[in-house]
């Protein structure tokens, strides 16, 4: 495994939405989403995540999105690039295109909906880490991919590829953060991916979070990280139950719709556009929403 720099994809990498208006991609929004990120103190930002719907987007949108978001970071925040299809042949497009738009890292999804076998899980990583030096983790979200990454699976990908470095972990499975790092050591970068799983992943050594809800409360995902960090469990708690209500409102329907509604509501985007077969947020959800805003400082 490559060596990174000490606090290289470590703390708070919020995924982005990707505004829509008028059925095309906003990338002038995104820019401005972008340069929220800095101001509010996120790590980092992930571009094309689930939360970016990358499914609906044309590969060159995606580069499109990363080359707005390196250009928009101005190298004052690492900009990962979420480059994973269900097509081996559209993974290496967007990875190499990423890889040429100035992206520092990688995160390429478990090929979805095929269903693979572990030995070919193998042979997909090492070939797309081959495609590009930058640093590359896989995207493990059994929910939505219907795939598992067994760890003496992910201990073979490493094996065969020096710049895999690392996943983002988006399952119930805590067990599988210690095993991981027990197998490949702490330098193994284990990014949370289930909101109300943050801290407890974090206190058993995922390195960091990289929560949808980072779009809407960017600064208290960061201290979030930063409290674990500093070995501050009370504060870290303290965080973890402020957040708790907008962690659990991320699953209240299909991930982003609402997200995108809640942004709509606090001014960060003109509007809760997707594209189909995604849908924008039902009254029932909306009026659910609204009184959590009502409730709940942002």
């Not at 044309?58 to 080359?67: G, S």
């Not at 640093?135 to 992910?154: D, F, K, Q, W």
């Not at 988006?170 to 990014?191: C, I, K, M, N």
Request: aromatic letters at 6%; charged letters at 20%; proline letters at 7%.
């Amino acid at each position: 495994m490559i060596a990174l720099p000490p606090d290289f994809l470590r703390g708070s990498y919020p995924p982005l939405v990707t505004p829509f208006t008028g059925g095309e991609v906003d990338y002038e929004t995104f820019a401005a989403l972008v340069e929220r990120q800095v101001a509010e103190g996120s790590h980092g930002i992930l571009v094309t995540g689930t939360t970016g719907e990358p499914a609906t987007l044309t590969a060159e949108e995606r580069i499109r999105l990363v080359k707005t978001a390196v250009e928009a970071a101005g190298g004052r925040l690492p900009v990962v690039a979420a480059t994973g299809s269900q097509s081996h042949a559209e993974t290496v497009r967007i990875t190499e295109g990423a890889e040429q738009a100035g992206a520092d890292a990688l995160l390429v999804v478990t090929p979805y909906y095929i269903r693979p076998p572990q030995r070919g899980l193998v042979a997909y990583f090492a070939d797309v880490a081959r495609r590009s030096p930058l640093p590359l983790m896989a995207y493990h979200i059994p929910g939505r991919a219907a795939v598992t990454l067994e760890p003496a699976t992910i201990e073979q990908i490493a094996a065969a590829a020096p710049t895999f470095v690392g996943m983002k972990h988006a399952s119930t499975d805590l067990a599988l953060v210690t095993e991981t790092r027990r197998r490949l050591g702490p330098d193994f970068r284990v990014f949370a991916g289930l909101e109300d799983l943050s801290l407890p992943m974090l206190a058993v050594g995922a390195c960091g979070l990289m929560n949808a809800v980072g779009n809407v409360a960017p600064a208290r995902v960061a201290a979030l990280y930063e409290a674990v960090a500093k070995g501050d469990l009370d504060a870290a708690r303290e965080l973890h139950d402020s957040l708790w209500e907008l962690n659990q409102a991320v699953f209240w329907d299909i991930n982003p719709i609402p997200i995108k509604y809640l942004m709509r509501r606090l001014g960060l985007l003109a509007n809760n556009e997707h594209r189909l077969p995604m849908v924008p947020a039902s009254e029932d959800l909306e009026a659910r929403l609204d009184a959590l805003l009502a409730r709940t400082a942002t």
